[in-house]
């Protein structure tokens, strides 16, 4: 079919409103899959999506679960952005603090959500330690320009007692250092016989539950 060129431009003004009218439906109705509404404000700054770096020892690494069913990425999945696990197990927490510059320096996060301290409480290491390894580790992370969230870990001798709430000097630590703290998220589901795998580890129902507590605290405080 030969088209005079009167006939060719008001074809081609015909295709760019086409395009015109289709790419501001587009951005009217968000249908490019955008899922940044999911995340808390406390996460967004502007177009950018956080950087965040779950720092812990076994709880954080996932041990007791299958491969992916890790309290980390539960909360990716709920947040709708990468949350990077970056847990050890068996780590003390002077381990913990001569390993977090690395981690820092290598992927520059926004958020740490820091939990540490089970392998010293279970092998019964001096509370004035793991406090003292803990304030730095938070002071550490502020100074990189992150803002940290600390996890408690309940005291060991204290489950049989049907008592699951944090040792205390965490909550300390959260308001020496300016830090974020949420209580009591790992007590609960190591008291309960249906979340664990062992008496030191949740199961992957266990750390869903983990994972929803956070997720459910970053939505009642974003800014």
């Not at 409103?17 to 490019?32: M, S, V």
């Not at 812990?56 to 069913?69: H, Q, V």
């Not at 709920?78 to 981690?103: C, K, Q, S, W, Y």
């Not at 949740?202 to 983990?210: A, C, D, K, Q, S």
Request: glycine share 10%.
């Amino acid at each position: 079919m030969n088209l005079s060129k009167m006939e060719f431009i008001a074809l081609l003004v015909a295709l760019f409103a086409g395009l015109h009218f289709y790419n501001q439906y587009q951005l009217d109705h968000d249908t490019f899959g955008d899922d940044s509404e999911s995340v808390p404000t406390l996460y967004t700054d502007g177009d950018k999506k956080p950087v965040i770096v779950a720092f812990g020892d076994g709880i954080t690494a996932g041990e007791g679960a299958p491969a992916g069913m890790d309290y980390p990425s539960r909360l990716s999945d709920m947040l709708g952005v990468e949350v990077i696990n970056a847990g050890v197990g068996g780590e003390r927490t002077v381990d913990a603090l001569r390993r977090l510059p690395g981690v820092l320096k290598r992927y520059h996060p926004d958020i740490v959500i820091l939990e540490e301290g089970m392998t010293d409480v279970l092998t019964g290491r001096k509370r004035s330690k793991i406090k003292e390894h803990l304030k730095k580790m938070a002071e550490m992370i502020r100074h990189s320009g992150a803002k940290t969230v600390i996890i408690g870990i309940p005291d060991m001798d204290l489950i049989d007692l049907m008592i699951a709430s944090d040792i205390g000097l965490y909550e300390e630590v959260a308001n020496e250092t300016g830090s974020s703290y949420i209580p009591n998220v790992i007590g609960p589901v190591l008291k309960d016989e249906s979340l664990k795998s062992s008496e030191s580890f949740p199961n992957g129902e266990g750390y869903r539950n983990i994972a929803e507590k956070i997720y459910q605290y970053f939505q009642e405080n974003g800014s």
